[in-house]
């Protein structure tokens, strides 16, 4: 029996299925602007294993949480220094030394967050706590500041460094999320007669959350999620 797809109505209709292989590599390939990500796979039909496309899905969705994931926070570390740089030569060319508690408060939260991530990964909560924190700092410093009616220069988070923290904390978001549905694709992938059910609800929320815009992952997420078989009942 047809089954209409399950991802239609969050990003249209969808066309042929292609075969992933040597993930890592084309994904590795994709990162240095090669070529785009849909190209990186081989042009041939796979056979209609549901179980075989979770996997495959699953696989991925942890590949691309993790790149994505990595690139912000590189980015975020270059700036990072950049932002100490500003922060030291403002100390040389004018009073920012009355400032020097608030600077360092802010700083070390930055510190914390990148300890946090290379001990602990790319989706590690304490390093959100932090991030959070430190733009907690830089708006508080901000709104005592205009509320004085002060031009004064103050110990603040640049722009750029501003706009990649935010950036971190969002795609730590989206990366637990493509592990959450990961992890449930394994889970379907290795059990044959019992499969973990979830309410249709969950399948909507959770793939908007994985911020998908790859046309391969979204053709094979439909199949696997119109499936029968892993189409949860609502009333469960």
Partial sequence: MAAAPFCASMWGTTGGLTCFSNLEDHLTSSQCGKTSFDDEFDETEVSGCIDLKATLVAHTLRLLSERDSRRVWE???????????SWSRSCRESNL??????MASL??????ALAMYSANGVHDHKAALALEAALQTHDSVERVRVSAGKNDTVPKLNP??????????????????????????????????????????????????CDLSH??????LNEVFAAEAMLPDCNH
């Fill in 97 to 102: 030394l009355r400032h020097e508690g608030e």
């Fill in 160 to 209: 750029t460094m501003k706009l990649l923290a935010v950036e971190v904390l969002s795609q730590i978001q989206v990366g637990r999320a493509r592990i959450e549905l990961a992890d449930y694709l394994d889970m379907c992938s290795q059990f044959d007669n019992i499969k973990p059910r979830r309410p249709r609800s969950w399948f909507v929320s959770i793939v908007k959350a």
């Fill in 75 to 85: 980015r975020f570390t270059a700036e990072f220094e950049k932002q100490k740089a």
């Fill in 107 to 112: 700083k070390s939260k930055l510190e914390v």
């Fill in 215 to 220: 046309g391969v992952l979204k053709e094979y």
